[in-house]
């Protein structure tokens, strides 16, 4: 079977439950001796501080695996487990602002094991400090984790900022937080260290989509925006004013990292737990507890940025309250200040242990504003846009631990968010001279006068005016104007997710089952696009005859989506050797359209506790969002007639007549897209030193994208009137002056989108020499992308002067976007523990980074669409000598072919922390210190030239605790 007879398989409707019974046969073999007696362990401990024994650390959060037991500490430090399996068992214990617990012991059966743990506060003056990514541990999904530690160290001002800790990872060009930014997993996006590569925007946009973020067990939500103008008309989705694009993934700059305690980027196959996705994930585990008060200051010359969190405890049994702030004010250039961004968020979060019942509640406040003022020089265009974005979240989850025979405990997650957008662009428009309509009724034809009645000679109305449109008129807009247009949304997500943790272990096989449901919901009750119908927004150049709308956002139905999901987390001693699996599979159903998606990894050491071998195979899939589950309409307004300003006609005497034709844009047989990973890698443990490397491999298909096809070429008749009689002091007569065939285009919505990402990824981390105090780190990957449409491209040259012309069609995924890149970042990390001193030195090499383009038969069209009759025609490379198709030959420049490779290039960045007291913490950072920016020659076009590298950028930050 075939990859895409494989990939039809998983999605048909008929078997969505052959998975689920796969993954009961896999547990029912593992478990034939469940009959037999188990005898069982227990353990408890307390938890304190280093520095101070006799302080509990309270609220801390235990958790046992592979059982997946957890809990929380209780006001004594205290926290117990019974029931365990005995065996090989890891216990963590995490806390803010400490330093997690990670150990791992054998417990015998019926063992009542006491365990006393201490916790050290993070500081820098620790002698083993992480300012890294650290790798997840084999058995698990391939991910990344980020810590407190390591975002204070780099100076992070938003979530984008962690993005080159990860393998492969390229330090980006900071210009502050002026411009969107979203998260791209093992795809090239856009490649900072060449600004000028060419990026095939639907791929990037898909992977960002794809990827989703989570915060505190709750997927953050880009589904119901729709803050864009024209997509039916120009196959964008482009935000208008800045900010989300409702084509492409989450606007992170509104996250900040201020109140994260640590975050995992999910890069491999996740858990069936996690859905609506295609790349991967971002995990957000946000501040909660005690916590000093903290103020912190940031500034670089593009960003200024100041916050402030405190965590108390309200008493026994009362929980703790951690509150945060944050302002953030960046512009993207010192030249253009009227151009800037504002962050404001807010953040409480309480949490506390009821009995068995461990809860966490928060409540989020945010603001992102998008503002470019009038530049004060451009007098011509005074163009001024904005978008505003307005959110409140609420999100709570729990763990009920029950322990009762097979179930151990139950979770919950129940989240949700508003968000109040307003977007606007205003502009003196010139060369505006086009038709309008504000009709929306197909086959409508108005008048420049309300209600206006217009005949032929033959005494034929030629108005066809509906009863709801009578006092609307079509007219001619002029030369210049001035626009302004709004965009309201207020989108509305709604999550839950509810779940259950079954363990049994028999002999040395260690079973935990997840099953569990999601609904997620999401809709738009906005006003949508609006503004005056007498100065509406500028056309769309590139599509004739295409003419705007407003559109009521509140009238497009909600996006409902329901999922099953059960895994097995499989845990095998075999003597030294030690097996894990994870296999799983879920259910999507969205809006009447389902998916079932498995997903496995599995690890075995083949040298115990040192070399592990491991993989994973799975499929993840993400929904169609409103933009292409709801499309807008397309509308075109044909003139008939038009005297409209002109010096010889009396003004009660100009006519314009058009016609408006609309389109239903829609695609009922659009497909939730999916994407097929695999990989293979190695781990291996030496002492304190960790080695691992992933060869990974993903395939992408039915991505979303706005296209034009074969169908969205429509042919109309069109006919043109002139005057036959004058009528003094009123509208003339008119008789048919000519008749034509003439095509107009939209774009719908498409699965045509795909991606091929592979490549190998490498974490390398030497650890600690204690005697000049330094770890080394050295990551990255070698990455190859293509991406592609895989739908047709057309020829729609015209015919000289003639209004009516064929349309080409050209093959199939004609033309492949072909990027490779290798690069490696080395850390070098020194630490004087004494006095909270650590500096980083990251030296980062671009080894290969080039781009290039394959191509099919771009040259001879495979068909045509007739203007005729508007059917489809083979076509031969002969009739390119027929006047009647000559024109819609191509010449394509044989430049297309070559490659573009830049040579190596070298990037230094510097970052340096101070502890001052116990209070006082400062930090700065130079990213590319050395201002080594080489100028690489185009071979495409000669003469034309790139600057490598990153322009020097530097930043400073206090931070002081109370």
């Known amino acids: 079977m075939n990859s895409d007879q494989h990939l039809k398989f998983i999605t048909s409707r008929r078997r969505p439950l052959l998975f689920g019974i796969a993954i009961l046969g896999l547990w029912m073999v593992t478990t034939t001796q469940l009959m037999a007696q188990e005898t069982t362990a227990s353990l408890r401990g307390r938890v304190t501080e280093l520095n101070n024994p006799s302080v509990p650390v309270e609220f801390a959060t235990v958790q046992v695996l592979p059982q997946g037991a957890a809990t929380a500490t209780n006001s004594r430090g205290e926290f117990f487990f019974d029931k365990l399996s005995p065996g090989r068992i890891n216990i963590r214990i995490d806390f803010l602002g400490m330093e997690p617990i990670d150990t791992t012991f054998t417990l015998a059966a019926g063992q009542n094991l006491s365990l006393s743990l201490q916790m050290q506060e993070s500081t820098f003056r620790l002698t083993e400090i992480t300012v890294v990514a650290k790798e997840s541990k084999a058995g698990r999904a391939t991910a990344s984790t980020i810590s407190r530690q390591a975002m204070d160290h780099l100076q992070t001002s938003s979530l984008s900022d962690i993005m080159q800790l990860l393998p492969g990872g390229v330090t980006s060009y900071q210009s502050g937080l002026a411009t969107a930014k979203t998260f791209n997993i093992r795809s090239l996006g856009a490649n900072p260290v060449n600004q000028g590569v060419p990026i095939p925007t639907d791929a990037a946009n898909m992977n960002s989509m794809g990827t989703a973020i989570v915060i505190d067990g709750a997927p953050l939500s880009n589904n119901a925006n729709l803050q864009t103008l024209s997509p039916a008309i120009s196959g964008s989705g482009a935000a208008i004013g800045g900010g989300s694009s409702p084509n492409s993934g989450l606007d992170i700059r509104s996250i900040s990292t201020d109140n994260i305690e640590s975050v995992e980027v999910i890069r491999g196959i996740p858990s069936v737990e996690h859905g609506d996705l295609t790349s991967g994930a971002v995990i957000i585990r946000s501040k909660a507890g005690r916590e000093p008060l903290t103020v912190r200051l940031k500034t670089d010359p593009y960003i200024y940025q100041a916050s402030v969190s405190k965590g108390v405890n309200l008493g026994k049994e009362r929980g703790n309250l951690n509150i945060s702030g944050d302002y953030a004010y960046s512009i993207k250039d010192a030249k253009e200040s009227y151009a800037y961004y504002q962050r404001a968020t807010a953040r409480s979060i309480y949490s506390n242990q009821f009995n068995k019942l461990f809860s966490t509640t928060s409540l989020d406040l945010s603001l992102g504003k998008d503002t470019r003022e009038k530049n004060p020089d451009d007098a011509r265009s005074q163009l001024e846009t904005g978008a505003r974005d307005l959110g409140l979240r609420l999100n709570t989850n729990g763990t009920l631990n029950i322990r009762k025979g097979w179930l151990n405990n139950v979770k919950y997650t129940l989240s949700g968010s508003y968000r109040d957008k307003h977007s606007y662009q205003k502009e003196l428009l010139g060369n505006a001279f086009a038709a309008y309509s504000m009709s929306k009724t197909d086959k409508a034809v108005l008048s420049n006068r309300p209600g206006q009645q217009v005949f032929d000679d033959q005494g034929n109305e030629l108005t066809n005016i509906p009863p709801s449109e009578k006092d609307l008129i079509a007219t001619y807009l002029p030369n210049e104007y001035y626009s302004q247009y709004d965009i309201y949304g207020k989108e509305v997500n709604i999550f839950a997710n509810l779940n259950a943790t079954l363990t049994k272990s028999v002999g040395n096989i260690n079973n935990r089952i997840l099953v569990g449901a999601n609904f997620k919901s999401d809709g738009n009750l906005g006003d949508g696009k609006v503004y005056d119908p007498n100065n509406p927004p500028y056309r769309v150049l590139s599509s004739e005859n295409s003419s705007p709308r407003p559109r009521k ?238 739908g047709h491209s057309f020829s729609n040259q015209k015919n000289l002067n003639n209004l009516e012309r064929n349309v080409g069609i050209y093959e199939k995924g004609a033309e492949k976007y072909e990027r490779e890149r290798f690069t490696t970042t080395l850390r070098a990390t020194h630490n004087i523990p004494s006095i909270g001193f650590v500096v980083t030195t990251t030296a980062q090499v671009s080894w290969l980074n080039k781009y290039w383009t394959t191509y099919g038969n771009d040259s001879i069209l495979v068909s045509y669409i007739s203007r005729v009759d508007g059917s489809v025609k083979p076509f031969n490379e002969s009739m390119y000598n027929d006047l009647e198709f000559a024109y819609l030959k191509q010449v394509r420049s044989p430049t297309r072919f070559i490659t573009e490779s830049y040579f190596p290039v070298l990037l230094i960045n510097f970052h340096l922390t101070k502890e001052i007291g116990r209070n006082l913490k400062a930090s700065f950072y130079a990213n590319n210190m050395f201002n080594n920016r080489p100028l690489y020659e185009s071979k495409r076009t000669p003469g034309s030239f790139t600057r490598l590298n990153i322009p020097l950028y530097f930043g400073f930050e206090l931070a002081l605790q109370l």
């Open 553 to 790: 956002y509140s009238e497009i139905p909600f996006i409902n989506q329901l999922s099953l999901y059960a895994e097995e987390n499989l845990n095998w001693i075999m003597g030294k050797h030690e097996l894990m699996v994870q296999a799983g599979a879920r259910y999507d159903l969205v809006n009447g359209k389902s998916i079932v998606t498995p997903r496995s990894n599995l690890s075995f050491d083949i040298l115990p506790q040192k070399l592990w071998l491991r993989g994973g195979y799975g499929i993840t899939a993400k929904a169609p969002t409103a933009l292409y589950l709801y499309p807008e309409n397309a509308y075109f307004d044909l003139v008939h007639f038009n005297t409209l300003n002109s010096s010889s006609v009396p003004q009660d005497e100009q006519l314009f007549l058009a016609t408006t034709r609309v389109f239903n844009t829609e695609n009922r047989d659009l497909k939730i897209a999916a994407n097929r990973k695999a990989e293979i890698g190695l781990d291996l443990m030496v002492k304190k030193m960790r080695f691992s490397v992933t060869a990974y491999d993903e395939q992408l298909k039915n991505g979303y994208n706005l296209a034009t096809t074969i169908d969205s070429y429509r042919l109309l008749e069109y006919i043109i009137y002139e005057q036959a009689e004058a009528n003094p002091g009123t509208i003339p007569t008119l008789k048919e002056k000519e008749r034509h065939n003439i095509f107009v285009s939209f774009a719908t919505p498409t699965n045509d989108g795909r991606s091929h990402n592979r490549g190998v990824e490498f974490d390398f981390d030497f650890g600690r020499i204690n005697a000049i105090r330094t770890s080394f780190v050295l990551n990255g990957a070698y990455m190859r992308s293509t991406d592609w449409n895989d």
